[in-house]
């Protein structure tokens, strides 16, 4: 009989992922397909650039974006970003490990509702998505369609209490 292997999601910290880990997942042409704000290729000074962006949040907020890793192994990024009074939920993941995402959005969200900053989460998704099943499933209900930063997403709202 064959044993199972279990694999370990654990988070870090951005600065923690070695810059050419996150430059190569961030240059990646279908990571960019469902990101509209990645406009522009990416170099080592973009990804420190990214990295210094995303832990300014956590001093700010307090909360921000983690790596993740599998068993130690860098396999995307996401979290928490507050827009305004709001958190916004994100994840971006290499492709080639989409498949980890709903088990991620699971742990994110057991945060989340043991956070009592966290009232809800919200979700900004590209028109692109294909397949919003999954976040209906959890209860997710669409908001509205909003332009940020010039570009149109659905937002999603989550309770979290």
Same mark, same amino acid.
């Given at each position: 009989?064959?044993?199972?292997?279990?694999? +370990?999601?654990?988070?870090?910290? &951005?600065?923690? !992922?070695? #810059?050419? $880990?996150?430059?190569?997942?961030?240059?990646?042409?279908?990571?960019?397909?469902?990101?509209?704000?990645?406009?522009?290729?990416?170099?080592?000074?973009?990804?420190?650039?990214?990295?210094?962006?995303?832990?300014?949040?956590?001093?700010?907020?307090?909360?921000?974006?983690?790596?993740?890793?599998?068993?130690?192994?860098?396999?995307?990024?996401?979290?928490?970003?507050? +827009?305004?009074?709001?958190?916004? &939920?994100?994840? !971006?993941? #290499?492709? $080639?490990?989409?498949?980890?995402?709903?088990?991620?959005?699971?742990?994110?969200?057991?945060?989340?509702?043991?956070?009592?900053?966290?009232?809800?989460?919200?979700?900004?998704?590209?028109?692109?998505?294909?397949?919003?099943?999954?976040?209906?499933?959890?209860?997710?209900?669409?908001?509205?369609?909003?332009?940020?930063?010039?570009?149109?997403?659905?937002?999603?709202?989550?309770?979290?209490?």
């Amino acid at each position: 009989m064959m044993q199972e292997t279990k694999l +370990e999601i654990t988070f870090a910290r &951005l600065s923690d !992922v070695p #810059r050419d $880990e996150i430059l190569s997942h961030m240059s990646d042409p279908r990571v960019a397909e469902h990101m509209p704000l990645l406009t522009s290729s990416w170099d080592k000074q973009s990804a420190s650039d990214f990295v210094a962006a995303k832990e300014a949040c956590w001093e700010r907020d307090g909360l921000g974006h983690w790596a993740f890793l599998i068993d130690g192994c860098y396999i995307g990024w996401g979290g928490f970003q507050k +827009e305004g009074d709001e958190w916004d &939920l994100g994840l !971006v993941l #290499r492709p $080639e490990k989409f498949g980890f995402g709903p088990c991620i959005v699971k742990k994110l969200l057991g945060f989340a509702k043991a956070d009592e900053r966290i009232p809800f989460v919200t979700f900004l998704l590209p028109p692109s998505r294909q397949s919003l099943r999954g976040l209906e499933r959890l209860g997710a209900r669409f908001v509205e369609s909003i332009n940020y930063e010039g570009h149109e997403f659905l937002k999603y709202r989550l309770e979290t209490v």
